[in-house]
């Protein structure tokens, strides 16, 4: 098992910057790629980015490149992401997840963090 713990979120103003961050426990969070997620109220949960277990490879839902970053600390068993320049769309429940790769299904996921951009 793989526990997730995401933290970071909060009411923010449009225009500004967020950084969440994914806390791992349990098996060992370094031999998993890692996704973040987000769930807008009344919509399907959807895909924001992913980072490999290196963190040499990355990916991207096509509607968030050049805004957010996903990295992550190994040493730390945390995932980050960055979201700059925050629109009132991002308002979402983010939840990171734990997968075989940066393409494959994820098999743990945590509880996320509400994030909720004020115009």
């Known amino acids: 098992q793989v526990q997730l713990v995401e933290s970071g979120g909060g009411l923010v103003q449009a225009g500004g910057s967020l950084r969440l961050s994914c806390a791992a426990s349990g098996r060992t969070f370094s031999n998993y790629a890692a996704h973040w997620f987000r769930q807008a109220p009344g919509k399907e949960r959807e895909f924001v980015a992913a980072?490999?277990?290196?963190?040499?490879?990355?990916r991207y839902a096509d509607s968030e490149k050049g805004r957010f970053t996903i990295s992550r600390d190994n040493a730390k068993n945390t995932v980050y992401l960055q979201i700059n320049t925050l629109k009132s769309e991002d308002t979402a429940v983010y939840y990171c997840?734990?997968?075989?790769?940066?393409?494959?299904?994820?098999?743990?996921w945590g509880q996320g963090t509400q994030v909720t951009v004020s115009s």
């Open positions: 997840a734990a997968a075989a790769g940066i393409r494959a299904t994820p098999d743990y």
């Open positions: 980072i490999s277990v290196s963190g040499i490879n990355t």
